[in-house]
């Protein structure tokens, strides 16, 4: 109904009475009404709620002129509390002002959303879900008020204000879905401790499980990280559900398919997040099992790039996990000993040397050191759970050609372990510091550690005592500190009796094949550990699904 007057009128929902709002009220609302009402409203404390037609003029304020619109952006929050029926209302009109042209009066409005929520949580999730949207803003400082609004509002209501975020993360646009994740990584630990109760921490980790169903490379690295953060999993239980994680996400009940690179990437981002998390209480024992059960019987068909190593990468995480791994069973020791006698050449044969005097250039096998370090040391760790492997009656002839293989491939790494020391022989620690003379260091600890790991292998019966540490990985005592470390011999290894030494040719007549030259990987240490890779690299894109086969349309991981 229109009053006597002919101006448009307002019902109150809560008293049912006419309220007069000027047609004209969008302009005549003025600084000093405000400030009058403002008063009024102040005065009455507690009886604000009587004074309504004073906070409906201020609602109005949001129509009116920029001065006007940020007294509104600070009076609106002040009195919400009072007027729970013009809850909505007030809601629309702070938003309003959140959204407006002027970037002064949006940061005022944005940095009053969490005051709405202090005494009343019904609208929180809607706030945290408003300013979720608002991070993907390109103004630097207005990105700052939103995120000090979305840490106001965790100690408000963290739950709710997860709510919100993860909503816009498992349905919102891409952008604003970067920007959430983004924010979460960067901001939450952050948080005081207080506030990220276990019942938080939770919630946390059941949202997180809905969006790994589908996510990125990148996002899938960073959840990860999020989760590691969180107090409540820091514990041995709280690892292992992590690990337990990433297994299900690297889908180990799955057959491998070597010719797939986003099934071999997917596989090795797997084991580089649960890798921190792996101890003799969290064991590795699912995933090496998986790697050699799987893997290893179709190394050969995964696929390598010039700039990167696949199979490398696949053999160095197999020897990093396996310490910390159980019994894998009889099948899975017997792949990884299959595999690591590929790289672990028989012998020639005698006549062949004697009618040739030495071997002739490309007769030798070609020995890969990178390879057989990480297999021999992945086998040391493992077979330690099966002695009878290799000792046992009926593995008598498997034992007898593993010593003639192991013989053989010692008397070929005395002679460059001797051409490595001689080549780095007074070098300065600046000359070393050169990238040839780099590769050779590392080139040095990886023969040294073969040459460490086949004396243990070749008593008899084999010994599983020695200790040595992986060449790629960084040194933090000299070598052979290590307790249960035995330090690298530089003499030949004594493969035969002492009485049958006169019996045996002169070193220096003996048929030895010459130094391995280029058959040491040159991207030894360099295969991606942790979250260190290139995130667009090998048909990665910037949409999410290939990754657990959902999200048509998504593109693949």
């Known amino acids: 109904p229109n009053c006597m007057s002919g101006t448009q009128c307002v019902l ?11 047609q004209n009220s969008v302009t005549m609302t003025s600084v000093e009404l405000l ?13 604000a709620a009587q004074h309504e037609t004073e906070y409906l003029e201020i609602l109005s304020a949001v129509k009116g002129e920029n001065n006007v619109k940020r007294l509104a952006a600070q ?13 909505e209302q007030s809601l629309d009109a702070q938003l309003d002002l959140c959204e407006d042209e002027d970037s002064s009066i949006r940061r005022q409005a944005i940095k009053e959303l969490p005051n709405l929520c202090k005494t009343n949580n019904d609208h929180l999730i809607r706030i945290s879900d408003v300013l979720t949207q608002l991070l993907q803003t390109e103004d630097a400082s207005e990105l700052s008020v939103v995120t000090t609004a979305l840490i106001a509002l965790f100690k408000v209501n963290a739950i709710g204000t997860l709510n919100g975020l993860f909503s816009q993360i498992l349905h919102g646009e891409e952008t604003v879905r970067e920007c959430a994740i983004k924010f979460l990584s960067s901001k939450l630990s952050k948080i005081p401790l207080e506030v990220m109760t276990r019942e938080v921490e939770e919630l946390l980790v059941t949202e997180t499980r809905k969006v790994l169903a589908d996510v990125t490379r990148d996002e899938f690295v960073t959840f990860m990280q999020i989760l590691a953060g969180l107090q409540s999993l820091q514990t041995v239980s709280g690892r292992q559900q992590l690990v337990d994680l990433v297994v299900e996400q690297a889908e180990l009940s799955k057959p491998f398919q070597a010719d797939d690179s986003n099934c071999v990437d997917r596989l090795l981002d797997c084991i580089r997040q649960a890798m921190p998390l792996f101890s003799r209480n969290v064991q590795s024992t699912k995933f090496v099992a ?18 990167r190593d696949v199979r490398l990468e696949v053999l160095k995480l197999l020897a990093e996990m396996s310490p910390y791994c159980g019994d894998v069973g009889n099948d899975s020791l017997g792949n990884l000993y299959t595999c690591l006698l590929e790289y672990m050449p028989t012998p020639p044969a005698e006549e062949e040397n004697e009618e040739n005097g030495a071997p002739q250039s490309g007769a030798e096998p070609q020995l890969q050191f990178s390879y057989v370090e990480c297999l021999m040391f992945a086998f040391h760790q493992t077979a330690r759970k099966h002695p009878d492997f290799l000792t046992g009656d009926e593995n008598a002839d498997r034992l007898k050609d593993f010593r003639t293989r192991l013989q053989f491939f010692a008397r070929g790494l005395q002679v460059y372990i001797k051409q490595l020391r001689l080549a780095l022989q007074g070098k300065t620690g600046e000359q070393l510091k050169t990238a040839e003379n780099k590769i050779k260091v590392v080139a040095l600890r990886t023969t040294s550690n073969i040459n460490v790991l086949i004396k243990d292998l070749f008593h008899n019966p084999p010994s599983y005592k020695s200790a040595v540490g992986l060449s790629w990985k960084p040194t933090t005592k000299p070598s052979g500190d290590h307790e249960g470390t035995k330090r690298p011999g530089s003499g030949p290894l004594e493969t035969s009796p002492p009485k049958r030494a006169a019996n045996r040719p ?28 290139n995130a667009n690299q090998r048909g990665f894109g910037q949409r999410r699904g290939g990754w657990r086969g959902r999200g048509q349309g998504r593109g693949q991981w």
């Not at 998986?290 to 700039?307: F, G, I, K, Q």
């Not at 030895?512 to 260190?532: F, I, N």
Request: charge should be positive; glycine fraction near 8%; charged fraction near 20%.
């Open 12 to 22: 109150c929902p809560a008293q049912r009475t006419c309220v007069t709002v000027l």
């Open 290 to 307: 998986y790697v050699c059960t799987a893997v290893l019987p179709s190394l050969e068909a995964v696929t390598s790039t010039e700039d």
């Open 35 to 47: 400030y009058k009402n403002f008063g009024v409203l102040a005065d009455a404390k507690d009886q």
């Open 75 to 87: 009076f609106i929050p002040r009195f919400f509390k009072h007027f729970p029926n013009l809850s």
């Open 506 to 533: 002169k070193h220096s007549e003996r048929s030895l094949y010459h130094p391995p030259g280029g058959k040491y990987s040159e991207r030894v240490g360099r295969a991606p550990t942790g979250g260190e890779f």
